[in-house]
């Protein structure tokens, strides 16, 4: 068991004492936190966050990741909050916690293995603070490392998961020690024997390969000491996991691969990158396009070398990398090398952090410059700047959105279907506006109700062309159809004036009618028509004219009324001013681009309208017309504490809803209440006064129209 003090006598190597000191008491505080739990192997619990600060202390972590190591499972498994961590520890370390949280919380979820690429991507999304990854990562790896206890169909899926995420994402960030021992305990826990076989093999090989290995290295230490060089020459031997890939990827065989020698040569200067190389190839012949240089233009994950292949003796060949002790450094632990490498101990915490984000930067203008920022931007610039959030569906797959999409971007990802019908949203189960910013890694729900429709609203902000795109074309179809629909009404009303009607009309008229007219069709005349573009008795005249029918004239007119039976069409809207609701006594008003517009008969706008009566008409309610209207009350009431709770009461009681309160305070002993409520029809509203009426605080009670 690893203890506190062998990590405070490491820390010490590099470490302020009052950050080890902050290092120790959030050990305590996990000791504490944890007391009641064991791990699988029975050891107390604490073993785990510890061996895991001992982790990050090998790559020399600033202290603020060692106390998020100790702390990182406390809010996960303990019940205690992010702001309680927050107050002993500091924002940050609270903040790191959470974040390393998150991602074991979403680590569970269902389909996530066979969403690997997209399930990385949300991981690196959802931590902002580049240290959230290194803690889960070095988290991961104690957790494979004693992978032993586990039943094997939990061991086989953690290792799945470890390979397929968490794996590349070390190799993401270059950090390739870590990654090569993710992926050999991986490999060793999902594929037991194949492993042990290769391990056996490897081991076998050693023994005849040694004598070559070493022939080589001499002749190349000493090519390189004649030309006078200073460098390291390693021979090296592939991993078990690298091996196994390249069987199964390349069909090689094990021999095939083993019969490959390697070697890497360090050097002080990049200079001298270029002159060992130009040294080697004089000793052994290159072979012809297997020369890559990765210092000019590095690997996505900033990893530099030179590499080569060289034809040795018998015609063995020898792979060969070429680089400095910096970008060898930089090959073995990436990002955290700004970490391991920190020469100034006294520079500030968020330094290494900074510098690490200037690393990313660099890369990007590395990538750019060297024609090919579209593979950095795959691999790199996505995942740690993200412009993407990365949430789940209810059942566990992973959708990805531009950053500050809302619910409806994702209703409309999933189904155009379920984009135009839905009416709420559940983030996490919580019931949330459809216009909130969803955050990567949380789950939602779209809850649709049938005959739901989009809402114009909706274009003000969403973010995805997907969803745009479809509430427009829904908006312009619905609008197309509305305004036929009412035009057809209304030129139908017109003839019926006129003593005939749409259905007396013959085809040939219609065609007449169109030959005569700009439109393209007899729907673009009835749209005018409903979008208040056009007259319908001007239309309805010159259909009758056009077959020379004689006179028809206004006068004529039976002025039927136009029967109104629903609230949602969009060509028929009620005027603001007046608030109309079915049982007042209404007028429509054509109003071009707007369609039909109810006012109130008694509205004052609705006198100037009647100055220009062919853009009004007549129009009712239909007896089975049902839905519902605001209408604004005023009610004067004396000065009494529980008022608007008894005026709300008895409102409510007749089942109409309370849209808007405004209460007008008056020192002469009353107040006026404003109030905006929904009901049905006049008759409703007529019970509802009545009730308000009766409370005899209740002065007066009036509807506002105007
Ligand atoms: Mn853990």
Redesign the pocket.
Known sequence: MQEISGLCTRLATYLEPTHINQVRRAYYYAEQAHADQKRRSGEPYVT??LA?AHILADMRMDHQSLMAAML??VIEDTGISKTALGEQFGETVADLVDGVSKL?RIEGSSKAEAQAENFQKMAMAMARDIRVILVKLA?RL??MRTLDVLSPPKRRRIAHETLDIYAPIANRLGMNALRMELQDLGFNAMYPMRAQLISAAVIGARGHRKEVVEKIQHNIERCLQQEGHDAEVIGREKHLYSIYSKMKAKKKSFHEIMDVYAFRIIVDSVDTCYRVLGAIHNLYKPVHGEFRDYIAIPKANGYQSLHTVLVGMHGLPIEVQIRTREMDAMANSGVAAHWLYKTDKKSDTTGSQVRAREWIKGLLELQQSAGNPMEFIEHVKVDLFPDEVYVFTPTGEIIELPNGATAVDFAYAVHTGVGNTCVAARINRRLAPLSEPLQSGQTIAIVTAPGAQPNPAWLNFVKTGKARSAIRHFLKTQRHSDSIELGRKLLNKALLGMNSSLEAITGQQITELVQNSDDKNFDDILEDIGMGNRLAYVVARRLLNGVGSGEHTLAENSQTPLMIDTVDGLMISFAKCCHPIPGDAIVGHLSPGKGLVVHTEGCKNVLDIRANPEKCLPVNWSPNFAGEFLVDLRVEVENNRGIIATLAAKITEQEANIDKIVIEEKDTGYNIIYLTIAVKNRVHLANVMRRVRAITSVLKTVRVKN
């Open positions: 785990h966050p895991v990182h499972d074991t988290d104690h957790n």
